[in-house]
């Protein structure tokens, strides 16, 4: 009787390790304070507890149950399958896995935002001043998120914080704002009709963390395309330099004998008028100490630019771009060349198979110059969807072997020159343009200018892609050009003072953009498709600022609603409520007919 009362004393002892595993708990949960008396409690607990189920399992022989093995095996099989979901979960967290399957990618930041945003260089949050938390806007912050931890974002209530909304300023609910450091910016107003846009947020995430600002000036006084909003402006082309954190300033070369110093790009868009030759110099000049020209010129106009152009050996052809393959598609007929291949090349490296369109080109052509290389950027489709029309007076366009072209065309390219040393820049083949550097000389010297005009119709587009330090023409003259050449160390000498100072010091290259139409940057085409991204990242390729991501544009998601008439809507109903019961009737009845 001893014996079974000490059994039952010692099973009655054991209840006391949960009892104090909840004296633990509670003590702890309602302190909120883990200190030395709740852990003593759940110490003691767990160890009473333990030694409970040790003596219970070996008086009884539990162990060597069956039942016990089988509920065993069932706790480890439960506690692996929660550590697996625990693992997958954490791993879940850590990496994230995500695929869009939206057609514009609605759900995915461009690759623009992404460059950006893992580039932080110092910590940047996002201030939403608004009370409620739009799910499209919270996801679309997310996903600037998960690029870098660097980007943070928060949603404030201005009524419960006035001191935080007094200090960005905040005037109405829905403001979003971006603060790094010292530095504050407003994004946009976001309301129920116009939600957070990745655009706007990229732009100003750019601007605010670049404190480079390249001036980019642009030619007037030619008939150039208006910068301000009008008819056939490029005032949305203006802005877009804007938002990518440049300045913009218009140029008139009739008033001022040079390029101003702090120019990082000087852009020539559409001029219907020539330059004078004064001008065409100021721009050669630029070009020799190491700046950076987009010229885009329309067909049916003579800017006399040829000088200049010859030196980087591109010729503008008088023929017009014809492309019948998108006209349907364009809707703007076949003098809009559809472009969907584009060069390897860092303005067109994320453009892929899109579409860009070009009302009214002209195409180029180019030949190999020493020290010039030449990369084509727009190419036409081939023969027979385009070729270069030469009759622009008849309404019926054919292809005419003896007078037209055949295509790919090229309507864009791009084109760097390596800045030589002032030894080597002054050879003694300078005698037309006198003072200034030896990158404009080269190419004057040398005989391939004079072949230019005739040959580009024996080579005519095919042959710009990476050709130019091969051409075997000019093997006397170029000795200057190749390298410094150490069989004429008396020529450069006295030729060196009159080359300016600042000419080879603070670029190491010289680059141009040509462009065989300027239309596609105007207003409303600016918009469309890739024009607007040809442009801005010609301009941002142009700078030489390597830091700014190249890259798409953010999208804008499309409209996909459908607008029906009165007759389209009827029709609907009709076939939906009358037409299809009838044919489900009809087949029924035929299906009973057979089997009766």
């Known amino acids: 009787m001893k014996l079974v009362a000490k059994k039952k004393l010692w099973k009655y002892l054991f209840w006391l390790g949960p009892f104090l595993i909840t004296v633990g708990l509670t003590v702890g949960l309602v302190s909120e304070q883990w200190g030395l008396i709740p852990l003593v409690f759940l110490i003691a607990g767990i160890v009473i507890s333990g030694l409970g189920i040790i003596w219970q399992s070996y008086q009884s022989n539990w162990w060597n149950r069956r039942s016990t093995q089988a509920g065993t095996n069932a706790l480890v099989a439960t506690l692996a399958v929660l550590a697996i979901l625990g693992l997958i ?3 879940g967290t850590r990496y994230h896995l995500r695929a869009d399957l939206t057609e514009a990618q609605l759900f995915t930041l461009a690759p623009q935002s992404r460059e950006l945003v893992r580039v932080l260089p110092q910590p940047v949050k996002v201030w939403v001043f608004d009370v409620n938390q739009n799910p499209q806007d919270r996801e679309l912050l997310e996903n600037y998120q998960r690029q870098s931890s660097k980007f943070k974002y928060e949603y404030i209530d201005p009524q419960a914080r006035p001191g935080l909304a007094e200090k960005f300023g905040v005037k109405d609910y829905g403001e979003v704002y971006l603060e790094s450091g010292d530095k504050r910016q407003l994004v946009q107003a976001i309301n129920e009709n116009e939600r957070l846009s990745e655009i706007r947020l990229t732009s100003r995430l750019q601007q605010l963390t670049n404190s480079n600002t390249a001036k980019v000036y642009l030619l007037q006084g030619h008939g150039e395309r208006q910068l301000s909003p009008g008819k056939d402006a490029i005032s949305q082309a203006v802005q877009g330099l804007g938002d990518k954190n440049f300045t913009t300033s218009p140029l008139n070369l009739g008033e001022t004998s040079k390029v101003p110093q702090d120019a990082a790009v000087v852009i020539v868009a559409g001029p219907k008028r020539g330059l004078f030759e004064g001008e ?5 000049d630029y070009l020799n100490r190491g700046g950076n020209l987009l010229l885009m010129i329309d067909p049916n106009t003579d800017p006399k630019l040829n000088s200049l152009l010859q030196e980087w050996g591109v010729r503008l052809d008088n023929r017009l771009a014809v492309d019948v393959s998108g006209e349907s598609v364009v809707g703007l007929g076949p003098a809009a060349p559809l472009v969907t291949e584009y060069g390897q090349h860092p303005i067109t490296k994320d453009f892929g198979n899109g579409n860009s369109f070009y ?6 052509e180019i030949t190999s110059v020493p020290g010039v290389q030449a990369t084509p950027l727009l190419r036409t489709k081939p023969y027979p969807s385009s070729w270069a029309e030469s009759d622009l007076q008849s309404e019926k366009l ?5 007078k037209d072209l055949k295509g790919p065309l090229t309507l864009g390219v791009a084109l760097t020159r ?4 002032k030894s080597t820049s002054t050879p003694q083949a300078s005698p037309t343009p006198s003072p200034l550097p030896s990158p ?5 010297t040398s ?4 072949p230019s005009p005739k040959t580009p119709q024996a080579l005519p587009l095919p042959s710009p892609t990476t050709q130019s330090k091969t051409s075997p023409t000019p093997p006397a003259p170029p000795s200057p050009t190749s390298s410094a050449s150490p069989t004429s ?10 080359s300016p100072a600042a000419s080879s010091q603070t670029a190491t290259e010289s680059r141009l953009v040509v462009l065989g139409n300027s239309d596609f940057a105007t207003d409303g085409l600016f918009q469309q498709q890739l024009n607007g991204d040809v442009f801005l990242n010609s301009v941002t390729w142009l700078s030489q600022q390597d830091e700014q991501p190249l890259s798409i544009r953010p999208k804008e998601p499309k409209n996909r609603r459908i607008t029906l008439t009165t007759t389209q809507a009827n029709l609907l109903i009709l076939s939906s409520l009358l037409l299809l019961p009838l044919i489900g009737f009809a087949i029924a009845v035929i299906i009973w007919w057979k089997r009766r």
């Open 418 to 421: 390596k800045q030589t040393p």
């Open 280 to 284: 065409v110099k100021a721009l050669q």
């Open 398 to 402: 054919e292809f005419n072997a003896d």
């Open 89 to 91: 979960n954490f791993l």
């Open 489 to 498: 160390p008396a020529s450069p000498a006295p030729s060196a003072p009159p």
């Open 447 to 450: 005989p391939t200018p004079s």
């Open 440 to 444: 404009t000389t080269q190419s004057k």
């Open 359 to 364: 009302p009214i080109a002209r195409p180029l």
